[in-house]
């Protein structure tokens, strides 16, 4: 008998002692392993980290609401005339400067006046996104927007309402750079495609006058929701209007109109959803 040799029972304690060890040994190796795997975009903190927005979209650009994937490209929306009507100061006349202005709703007058303004009804959401800065949604923002009623009437210039305000409103963009509007469809003037005139503000507090802008730009409607809106009772005076004009005759949409065209959702009986994001450089 050799002097290391303890026999039977002691060989078999040792051989199960190896097995547990190298057990242990082949779980640590596979713990080590998965967690290589996750280490690759696989935690729970990647959800939302990359993105600068959640659904903010510009131009032909799009920014992934899961938070996945983020695209930085997003274009400044063209800037636009104000046209004759805006109500900002700019001649004379000034919207901006009554108590009550910063409202949702903008289908009734406000101020003293009670004008209400009638037609199909129409959501405006317009997402304010910053083009200098990973087109990440701007809030406490504040827009203006104005349009006309559907006989195609601007309230405060037009001759029968020119004692109204109505049509017009402020809204300051919210943590997500989203404007919200509450208003009825516009009707389609002689010589101009359907529009919403806008203009962007630092905040409500700026929005003021005119010369605290920062950005004025147009909102322009798809020509088959035009069409299946003035086919309804109330737009009978924008039939003939709509039909003699065009986007590529139109003097403010003829240069391109991708970048102000809204996408629409809904019908005329429960109203519709204009979008459009509106990018400027901050």
């Given amino acids: 008998m050799h002097?290391?040799?303890?026999?039977?029972?002691h060989d078999l304690r040792t051989l199960e002692a190896a097995i547990?060890?190298?057990?242990r040994a082949l779980g640590w190796l596979a713990g080590l392993g998965a967690a290589s795997l996750l280490g690759c975009g696989g935690g729970g903190d990647d959800t939302g980290s990359s993105s600068t927005s959640s659904g903010s979209t510009s131009g032909s650009g799009t920014t992934s609401g899961t938070g996945t994937t983020t695209t930085t490209s997003c274009s400044v929306i063209p800037e636009e005339t104000?046209?004759?009507y805006p109500g900002d100061g700019s001649n004379g006349v000034s919207a901006l400067a009554l108590s009550g202005i910063v409202r949702s709703d903008i289908r009734s007058s406000f101020a003293g006046a009670s004008g209400v303004a009638d037609g199909v009804l129409l959501t405006v959401k317009l997402q304010l996104v910053n083009t200098n800065g990973s087109c990440a949604d701007l809030s406490g923002y504040a827009i203006y927007i104005w349009h006309c009623d559907r006989q195609g009437r601007y309230s405060l210039y037009s001759s029968g309402v020119t004692a109204e305000n109505f049509l017009r409103g402020v809204q300051a963009t919210d943590s997500d750079g989203l404007a919200t509007f509450t208003t009825i469809f516009p009707g389609c003037?002689?010589?101009?495609?359907?529009?919403?005139?806008?203009?962007?503000y630092r905040s409500t507090t700026t929005a003021t006058s005119y010369t605290n802008k920062l950005k004025t730009s147009q909102l322009a409607f798809p020509e088959s929701v035009c069409d299946t809106v003035y086919a309804t009772s109330g737009y009978s005076a924008s039939?003939?209007?709509f039909s003699a004009i065009s986007f590529s005759t139109d003097n403010v949409f003829s240069d391109g109109v991708t970048l102000q065209m809204a996408t629409m959702t809904g019908d005329v009986t429960n109203?519709?959803?204009a979008t459009l994001t509106v990018g400027i450089g901050v």
């Fill in 82 to 84: 104000a046209g004759p």
């Fill in 271 to 273: 109203g519709y959803t």
């Fill in 239 to 241: 039939v003939a209007n």
């Fill in 189 to 200: 003037y002689s010589g101009r495609m359907p529009h919403v005139h806008m203009e962007v």
């Fill in 20 to 23: 547990k060890e190298r057990r």
């Fill in 3 to 9: 002097a290391h040799d303890h026999g039977l029972a």
